[in-house]
């Protein structure tokens, strides 16, 4: 459910950084999340993300992003994501309802992904332009 390296640098296609400032704002986090997204979801991500910050530079929001690494999703070690593994970690504040749209938005059609194809679907969604 995380959100990756939405700065704005040249490693990304667009950016949280909504005002351009060099800072990602818990705003600005907030007005990107999904509409599947509750928001007590959404404040729980701002906790863990940006702890007691109002707002974080890219980098340490980049940073902060990255220590939720997909490898740990790979339970039996086989270099490879199920939906039944990506499902098991998901926290207990995710309805099955929102877990169902984040299974088929990530996976599609597919049982389960590579750890590569699945970092490069989730760097695809964090770069993909915000809906206006």
Do not use: W
Not at 71 to 99: H, M, R, V
Request: aromatic share 6%; proline share 4%.
């Amino acid at each position: 459910m995380a959100i990756e390296g939405l700065g704005q640098s040249s490693s990304t296609g667009i950016s949280l950084d909504t005002d351009g400032d060099g800072l990602i704002s818990q705003e600005e986090f907030t007005v990107a999340k999904p509409e599947y997204v509750s928001d007590e979801q959404n404040a729980q991500l701002l906790n863990e993300i940006f702890g007691d910050n109002e707002s974080l530079s890219i980098d340490d929001f980049n940073t902060a992003m990255m220590e939720r690494n997909p490898i740990c999703l790979d339970t039996d070690g086989d270099g490879s994501i199920t939906q039944e593994e990506f499902t098991a970690a998901k926290p207990d504040d995710i309805t099955d309802e929102q877990n169902a749209q984040l299974l088929s938005d990530i996976f599609g059609d597919n049982e389960s992904l590579s750890i590569d194809d699945f970092e490069a679907i989730m760097e695809q969604k964090r770069t993909a332009p915000l809906p206006d």
